[in-house]
């Protein structure tokens, strides 16, 4: 183990390291699959150690990663037999050991001279990202296993230096891979000029801090963490995940101290300056303006602005900055992340004379760092404050991002969400002079989701229907719909009528369709597909029956397996309903009906309806979806009305032949 | 080893290093050029789809080579249509580096009245990254580019030409269909005079008739294939997942070298297959640690053939796991097979190549072959060339009692038999002084089946609970093998509800998989458990109606009507599902209808299902064969009403009431 001995200040030849080599192969042993029934492999140990020094200038990190995987089953080999590393540019990779530790004990050792090394793989562009799009430098490195097989252990430990300190990290003992991890370990190592402060979430283990020749080491272990479940209704994975927060605050360069993330207004400095100073590029060439004749006051502004970035720009997620995109690149490619889109508002309200400021809020609700502990990445996702002032009443908060929210709404996930307001001036030094500002975003709710399906039926006696099915979107379900289908051509919306039709029964033919139409600021969608379904109703002797099997069969994510491990987190209230009407045909009546129902559990409401008004049948079926937080052992509560509305659509109304005169 | 789309889009599109020459920009009027209007419903058109290919000889080497310059022209015409202008092109610094790329985008204004936005992009602003497909590691590049601003309206414009230097491995293709209509497709081939150039066309994986217009000019003869107009494919459903389009397939067949010889290109298959021989016998080597390992594998087994040259294919099938390292010609040359065994890893003729060496220590001989290995629809082979025909390597095990076909790179298929993927494949076994085409065979439905059997017990409220067991055999035990061995526990019995179509629940246990690894051709895969499924039940007044369609999953295809089928159907392999399910209904209950006994046969497969009853309880047997793999596009509306015919069939229900009816 490496010590920060004075020593070694003064011989740059000996400067502190991670160590490289791997360790005794014997130690590591997969355990039997048997004990492993539903994982197809295990993590023995996961490390991630940096390690920060300066024994000349600048600071350098080095980072050490180090896994040792037992294969129980031959589909992890596809995950685990090849370990790719990414070294970007200012990064290098400078150590690397690697062995297949066979189940008979023979070991086959790779090296740095093993692996296959190439520039950075990068898709050569993605029309639909409007995301910055630039270069990125450095080199990709991929190392194969030989001899991997089920009974394996895979251990390969990498190591990279870079200058500077790491600003601030997440880290945690999940991966991407599905696997448990027996053991997990962090641990960071830092000279004496380095002050910092770190966190740990979700874990009782303890976080040791111990002093280290001068500097001081921090060492986090986690033992027996599960596979992650892929569970729906999960909370972000900050509530849950055993995690670590670190921030470096400051540290040391000759007589200067450097704050790295002090305060929230060094995590957000360079942030607030690129909004409000350093964006001459992106708006370069820039000189629209919104119309302002017939205005009053600044609220008509406020909704000219927005009308304007709605339907100019289409919410292509992602992105709380505005990147290097020129506003009038992101105006003719008509797609704008959530940082684009408050950038443009913005840039649209202060030509106008409204007084607006930028304020970042957390896409997950309910990230478990507060505003304490300031952290790199925190805030993903940008709004616009406008203040109180002459022409506006009440302060306002406005989320781009949402298309179907008008001024004073805001959807889910901002709404009463913490945000960071920010501001920022050019000092007379040229220095930007910025202040943080923490506040609540305050709205009313955008309109409610809803999923309203009609089906409207022509009953035949032979069983035969004629149908016309219309779908209704409202709210965030009418805006994912949008956006989903923007792009179809007439062709794919052809193919995908024939689909709904399809999941009637697969001898349905589809008769016309008319294709989705939307209105993006009132957030509602429409379309419609008349059908024929040959042999829907069943005629069973003088009766006929008609089933609602025309309903849909999705369970809406609750029909998972197994037990629940996670709590049930609904973000968004929505609401769908089913309907299927139909006249009794001549010569027939209504023998029964479905029997009413309504089942109702914290998260859910159910209800199916039948009823009958002169020769008109309608059978409903509906599913309310409320938003909150619940403990996983209620899941099975929850869903409970979930699976009643599913299986109401083997429900049917049965009609009798009307006998004699 | 790369697909034949790949292969195609190798050779079709281009780049290379270099730099090269400038691509001169023609002048463009955007109002002059067809809009959406001209093709109403499409997100885009190809205004130009050419391909120029130009032989000449190489005086430093006294080798041909041929230039071949891709002009493709696509204009925008929707927000759908953004993605067909994005360039990638394909190169290798060596095989086929980039003599010469452009790429114009032409924009229209913002607003009307607006000039258009007018962007280039030339070698040194074109990302150029690693192309890894399929593979670990690959010397192959991508040239690409994203052009930006793409309004509906713009055209993008781009200029690629090749350097193709061994003109005995590649042939050169122009596909003249792209997915969306095009305007003008062409391929002009130009060489000197005297020069022969040999040429196929293949239209649907077959070949067909496509004559060029031939020329003489200035000492050069020009030929020229062209096409208008072409409507483009829609998408359908059941299409083939490769390109059937019409394609030109062309090579120099003979030359004329620097001291005025005639020089002849490989001759046909024969003469390619004992080129091949050359190019890959080196690797056929074995060393110590084969030969000790054949050793340690025939230990103790009979002096049977068959039974040692399985025994060495279960090795390689299960121990080698897939991994593609191309460098150079590693596309097509496979590692010796001493690096194959130390490493236990490599593509399949890496891994036919072991197993060859592994057979000739045990003194069996064997051949390493190559075909296509398709997705549904075998295709011919063009020219004889090393690349662009075939994309897979098997071996051709030559027993006393007659050749064995083998694919060790599947891991789960046994041996006797092939995957489907190479059934009725055109293959090329490699040898000294060569072979000749040879078809493998294509298993009928009856030895790929798939039997399920449930003994169910209902309840009221839809639940049917009960035991179940699954065989599977042949292609249908391979696809069922080659995922249950990758997968825990519960993956395999989220797989086996799938395989068995449940519609609605979950497999409560997984008692027993027997067989996983398969023994030999005829022993057929087996799991029981139990499974647990809900809503089974239709709820009709006091009545209930009971479906196998509620339980489980149609398996007739299910083809959506069409005004006008453009591709042939593809069915995939000729299968045969049983189904057998021994249900008692809930208590008080009994069946007052049973549906009558409906057969179907008809050239597209058979099915019947049948419901008798068995003491109280019910029996549904339902068995479904497919017999065709590929039907014509022609044969959609028969094969559509065999298909509704079985789906309609399956509609009818069972009614359940209180007391029942004899």
Redesign the interface.
């Known amino acids: 183990m490496r010590r920060w001995l004075p020593l070694c200040a003064l011989v740059s030849a000996c400067a502190p390291t991670l160590e490289s080599t791997l360790g005794d192969a014997a130690a590591w042993k997969a355990p039997p699959a048997a004990d492993?029934?539903?994982?197809?492999a295990v993590v023995l140990f996961r490390e991630k150690r940096l390690l920060f020094s300066q024994e000349t200038r600048p600071w350098t990190t080095q980072q050490q990663e180090h896994q040792v995987v037992a294969v129980?089953?031959?589909?992890a080999?596809?995950q685990l037999?090849?370990v790719h590393m990414r070294v970007d540019e200012g990064q290098e990779l400078i150590a690397f050991q690697a062995r297949t530790i066979d189940p008979d004990g023979t070991v086959v050792e790779g090296g740095r001279g093993d692996l296959?090394e190439?520039?950075?793989?990068?898709?050569?562009?993605?029309?639909?990202d409007p995301r910055d799009?630039e270069?990125r430098q450095g080199r990709?490195f991929?190392y194969?296993f030989?001899?991997?097989?089920v009974g394996s252990v895979l251990e390969w430990k990498v190591t990279y230096e870079s200058k500077g300190i790491t600003r601030s990290l997440r880290v945690g003992p999940h991966s991407n891979l599905p696997f448990p991890v027996m053991r997990h370990r962090v641990e960071l190592t830092g000279g004496p000029g380095v002050r910092y402060e770190a966190r740990l979430y979700n874990t009782d283990a303890p976080l040791h801090v111990e002093d280290d020749g001068g500097g001081w080491r921090m060492v986090w272990e986690q033992k027996d963490v599960p596979a992650e479940p892929a569970e729906a209704w999960a909370p972000d994975w900050h509530s849950w995940r055993p995690w670590m927060a670190y921030r470096t605050k400051q540290y040391v360069v000759g007589n200067w101290v450097r704050h790295v993330a002090r305060t929230w207004d060094d995590v957000l400095r360079s942030r607030a300056t690129q909004l409000y100073l350093e964006h001459d590029k992106q708006l370069e060439g820039f000189a629209e303006k919104i119309d302002v004749a017939g205005c009053a006051d600044g609220d008509c502004l406020v909704d000219r602005a927005l009308a304007f970035v709605r339907d100019r720009t289409e919410y292509a997620g992602g992105g709380s900055a505005p990147g290097s995109r020129k506003l009038t690149?992101v105006?003719?490619?008509?797609r704008a992340t959530s940082g684009q889109k408050a950038f443009l508002l913005w840039k649209l309200l202060k030509d106008a004379g409204v007084d607006a400021q930028f304020a970042l809020a957390s896409r997950a609700r309910g990230r478990r760092t507060g505003h304490d502990f300031p952290l790199f990445g925190t805030y993903d996702h940008t709004l616009v404050h406008v203040p109180a002032q002459a022409g506006v009443a009440e302060p306002l908060w406005l989320d781009a991002a949402c298309e179907h929210c008008a001024r004073g709404e805001l959807p889910a996930r901002t709404r009463d969400a913490p945000v960071k307001v920010l501001s920022a001036t050019a000092r007379f030094d040229q220095k930007a002079e910025i202040t943080v500002r923490a506040d609540v975003a305050r709205g009313r709710a955008a309109v409610e989701s809803t999923d309203i399906r009609d089906i409207d039926l022509v009953v035949r006696p032979d069983g035969a229907v004629d149908g016309t099915w219309t779908r209704r979107y409202g709210g965030s379900v009418a805006t994912w719909l949008r956006r989903k289908t923007?792009?179809?051509?007439?062709?794919?919306w052809y193919?995908d009528a024939?689909?709904v039709?399809?999941g009637f029964?697969?001898?349905g033919?589809?008769v016309s369709e008319k294709r989705g139409t939307c209105d993006k600021a009132a957030g509602r969608c429409e379309r419609a597909v008349t059908f024929h379904l040959?042999?829907h109703a069943?005629p069973?002797?003088d009766?006929l029956?008609v089933?609602f099997?025309v309903a849909a069969?999705d369970l809406g994510e609750w029909d998972a397996?197994?037990e629940r491990r996670l709590e049930v987190a609904v973000g968004e209230p929505e609401t769908t309903i089913e309907t299927m009407r139909f006249e009794v045909p001549e010569g027939f009546e209504v023998?029964?009906l479905?029997r009413e129902e309504r089942l109702e559990s914290a998260a859910l409401v159910y209800a199916l309806t039948a009823r009958v008004e002169g020769r008109r049948v309608e059978v409903r079926r509906s599913l309310s979806l409320r938003a909150g937080l619940w403990p996983a052992s209620a899941y099975e509560t929850l869903r409970a009305p979930a699976?009643a509305f599913?299986?109401a659509?083997?429900?049917?109304v049965?009609l009798r032949r009307v006998t004699g005169g | 080893m790369r697909s034949r789309l790949a292969a195609l889009l190798c050779v079709a599109t281009i780049a290379g290093c270099g730099g090269g020459a400038q691509v001169q920009w023609a002048p463009l009027k955007l109002e002059e050029l067809p809009g959406v209007d001209a093709h109403p419903g499409k997100g885009w058109v190809a205004l130009r789809n050419e391909r120029r290919i130009a032989f000449d000889l190489d005086p430093s080497t006294g080798e041909p080579y041929a230039e071949v310059e891709t002009r493709f022209d696509v204009r925008v015409l929707t927000e759908a249509g953004r993605k067909a202008a994005r360039v990638a092109e394909k190169h290798h610094p060596d095989l086929y580096p980039v003599t010469a790329f452009g790429v114009r985008l032409v924009a229209p204004g913002a607003k009307a009245g607006d000039p258009p936005t007018v962007r280039t992009w030339d070698r040194e602003h074109a990302a150029d990254v690693p192309q890894v497909n399929g593979s670990i590691y690959s010397e192959a590049r991508v040239l690409g580019v994203t052009p930006s601003p793409l309004p509906p309206g713009s055209v993008v414009e781009r200029r690629v030409t090749r350097r193709f230097a061994d003109l005995r491995v590649f042939s050169l293709v122009h596909g003249f269909e792209v997915g969306g209509p095009v305007r003008e497709a062409r391929l002009v081939v130009d060489a000197p005079k005297g020069w022969r150039v040999d040429h196929v066309a293949l239209r649907g994986g077959e070949h067909a008739e496509f004559a060029p217009v031939v020329r003489d000019e200035g000492g050069r003869t020009i030929y020229t294939w062209e096409r208008r107009d072409l409507p483009g494919t829609p998408p359908e459903d059941f299409e083939p997942a490769d390109p059937l389009g019409e394609t030109v397939w062309v090579r120099l067949g003979a030359w004329r070298g620097a001291d005025g010889r005639v020089v002849e290109n490989l001759a046909d298959h024969r003469a390619t297959s004992a080129y091949r021989h050359a190019l890959e016998r080196h690797a056929y080597a074995p060393d110590d640690a084969i030969r000790a390992r054949v050793a340690e594998l025939l230990a103790g087994a009979p002096d049977d053939p068959r039974d040692r040259a399985r025994r060495l294919y279960d090795w390689v099938r299960s121990q080698v796991r897939y991994c593609g390292i191309y460098f150079g010609m590693g596309g097509w040359v496979p590692h010796p097979a001493p690096q194959i065994h130390a490493a236990r890893y490599g593509d399949c003729k890496d891994k036919a190549t072991l197993l060859h060496s592994m057979l000739a220590v045990a003194g069996i001989p064997s051949r390493l072959g190559s075909l296509y290995s398709h997705n549904g629809v075998p295709t011919r082979a063009a020219l004889p060339t090393v690349a662009g025909n075939h994309n897979h390597v098997i071996l051709a095990v030559d027993l006393p009692d007659g050749t064995v076909f083998a694919d060790p790179t599947d891991r789960s298929v046994p041996f006797g038999r092939l995957p489907f993927r190479d059934q009725g494949a055109e293959l090329l076994p490699t040898s000294d002084p060569g072979s000749d085409l040879v078809r493998t065979p294509m298993a009928p439905a009856e030895v790929n089946l798939a039997r399920f059997e449930a003994d169910l017990t209902l309840a009221a409220d839809g639940t049917a609970t009960g035991t179940f067991v699954a065989r599977f055999l042949g292609t249908q035990a391979d696809r069922a093998r080659s995922s249950l061995v990758d997968l825990a526990e519960r993956g395999r019995r989220e797989d086996l509800a799938a395989r068995f179509g449940l519609v609605a629940g979950e497999l409560a246990s997984l008692d027993l998989v027997e067989h996983l690894e398969p023994p030999d051709a005829d022993t057929p895969l087996v799991a029981r458990g139990r499974l647990a499924a809900r809503d089974a039940l239709g709820v009709a007044g006091d009545g209930r109606t009971l479906r196998l369609s509620d339980l489980v999953t149609h398996f007739a295809p299910v083809l959506r009507e069409t005004a006008q089928r453009v591709q042939p159907v593809v069915l995939g392999s000729p299968r045969r599902y049983v189904h057998r399910l021994r249900i008692t209904p809930p208590a008080g209950l009994a069946a007052v209808h049973l549906p009558e006994l409906v057969r179907i046969d008809e050239p597209y497969g058979r099915f019947e299902m049948s419901w008798t009853r068995d003491g109280e309880a019910l029996v549904v047997e339902r068995v479904l064969e497919l017999s065709r793999t590929v039907v014509p596009a022609a044969e959609f509306g028969t094969l559509k009403a065999f298909a509704d015919h079985v789906n309609r069939a399956e509609r009818r229900a069972v009614v359940l009431a209180a007391g029942g009816a004899p």
């Open positions: 492993w029934p539903d994982d197809a129980l089953r031959e589909g080999l596809s037999a090849q296959l190439t520039d950075l793989q990068r898709d050569a562009g993605d029309l639909d799009d270069d990709f991929t194969y030989p001899q991997a097989r690149e105006l003719r490619e008509g923007r792009t179809w051509s007439a062709g794919r193919d024939r689909d039709v399809r029964w697969p001898t033919r589809l040959p042999d069943l069973v002797g009766t029956v089933p099997t069969r397996r197994g023998a029964s479905p699976r599913a299986a659509r083997q429900q049917a049965v």
